[in-house]
């Protein structure tokens, strides 16, 4: 019975792993790294979470929670290769935070 348990579980991660191989093939490749010294200011800090939003007139919205949760990044990613400062709004939390 052990064995046969032991085959199964072989097969099974070896099935994993052929299909996260194969996605991962599939990528796009247009991807956009951007230096951290090519990016506003806001988003330069380092943030303890993040919230993509994307609003009715196609824009993409990104909201980073900084300072331990005293602060909100807000950037425009609408183009990844041209991300804009929003602005930043002062939060009265008592501790970090997830965005829901």
């Given at each position: 019975?052990?064995?046969?348990?032991?085959?199964?579980?072989?097969?099974?991660?070896?099935?994993?792993?052929?299909?996260?191989?194969?996605?991962?093939?599939?990528?796009?490749?247009?991807?956009v790294v951007e230096s951290a010294s090519g990016l506003p200011e806001l988003a330069q800090?380092?943030?303890?979470?993040?919230?993509?939003?994307?609003t009715g007139a196609g824009q993409a919205i990104l909201y980073l929670e900084q300072d331990?949760?005293?602060?909100?990044?807000?950037?425009?990613?609408?183009?990844?290769?041209?991300?804009?400062?929003?602005?930043?709004?002062?939060?009265?939390?008592?501790?970090?935070?997830?965005?829901?």
């Open positions: 019975m052990k064995k046969c348990i032991r085959k199964i579980l072989i097969v099974a991660v070896c099935a994993v792993a052929i299909i996260v191989r194969a996605n991962a093939s599939g990528a796009s490749k247009a991807s800090r380092p943030g303890e979470a993040m919230y993509l939003q994307h331990q949760g005293g602060k909100l990044a807000i950037l425009d990613v609408t183009d990844p290769a041209n991300i804009r400062a929003i602005g930043q709004a002062s939060i009265n939390a008592a501790s970090p935070y997830t965005f829901v």
